[in-house]
């Protein structure tokens, strides 16, 4: 069964300071996606990054880097030089397969509050 | 990207009554809708899949007959809460995937509260 994985509730950090949410997943399927999505409070998703089960590369985009480890199942996003804006509820996803019509798991999230 | 819309962003319904939500592809054929229920400060929930004509496919732990799914088109899915009761008010978000996009979608959500 597949198992998206945020320990991290809540994290609290000052302005310009780096964070790093933490993801673990859980698959049998050799074939699978993870997702990071950025969910602000008016509600609506942000798609922040897809990552397929074969490209461990890890990817920058301006302030944002995620580092994917299949050794330890573990997809974490890194946010350098935090701002406010960067506040929000971050989740962490996986979608198994090929198929964009499979589902996706999602994360139980985690809730970043950047203070001025 | 793709777009899809939710309608309606926000609804008040009395307990007992029934409430309608669409959601649309806007410019994609949606062939496969999902549906998700987020209750305040959790994750979204997987509540059904449906495929365009066909039966909805639910999620253990979910009333097929009070969360009625309806995919008769390529662009409209509908969810239908009946005999709403308070405990059933949450953000419900839908997504959509199909022909010429390589990814699920996702609309704003619809926020519900019974009274």
């Known amino acids: 069964a597949q198992k998206v994985t945020q320990a991290q509730t809540e994290i609290s950090v000052v302005e310009k300071e780096d964070v790093t949410l933490d993801c673990v997943y859980e698959?049998?399927?050799?074939?699978?996606?993870l997702f990071w999505y950025k969910q602000p409070p008016s509600g609506e998703l942000v798609f922040l990054i897809r990552r397929n089960s074969f490209d461990e590369q890890n990817e920058i985009s301006g302030r944002y880097s995620w580092n994917f480890q299949k050794s330890t199942s573990s997809f974490n996003f890194t946010i350098t030089a935090s701002q406010v804006v960067d506040s929000a509820v971050y989740f962490c996803a996986l979608r198994e397969g090929y198929s964009s019509a499979s589902k996706i798991i999602f994360g139980s999230g985690t809730r970043l509050s950047i203070r001025p | 990207g793709a777009v899809v819309s939710q309608h309606p962003s926000w609804v008040i319904c009395k307990s007992g009554t029934s409430v309608k939500i669409e959601c649309r592809s806007l410019?994609?054929?949606?062939?496969?809708m999902f549906w998700y229920r987020q209750f305040p400060k959790q994750s979204l929930m997987l509540m059904a899949t449906?495929?365009?004509?066909?039966?909805?496919?639910?999620e253990q732990g979910v009333e097929k007959d009070k969360f009625l799914i309806n995919h008769a088109s390529l662009t409209l899915s509908t969810l239908t809460v009946t005999s709403a009761h308070p405990e059933d008010s949450s953000f419900y978000i839908c997504?959509?995937?199909?022909?010429?996009?390589?990814?699920?979608?996702f609309g704003p959500g619809t926020r519900l509260t019974v009274t």
């Open positions: 698959t049998r399927d050799t074939t699978y996606y």
């Open positions: 449906s495929n365009e004509g066909s039966k909805a496919t639910y």
């Open positions: 410019d994609f054929q949606a062939t496969t």
């Open positions: 997504s959509a995937s199909g022909q010429g996009v390589n990814e699920q979608y």
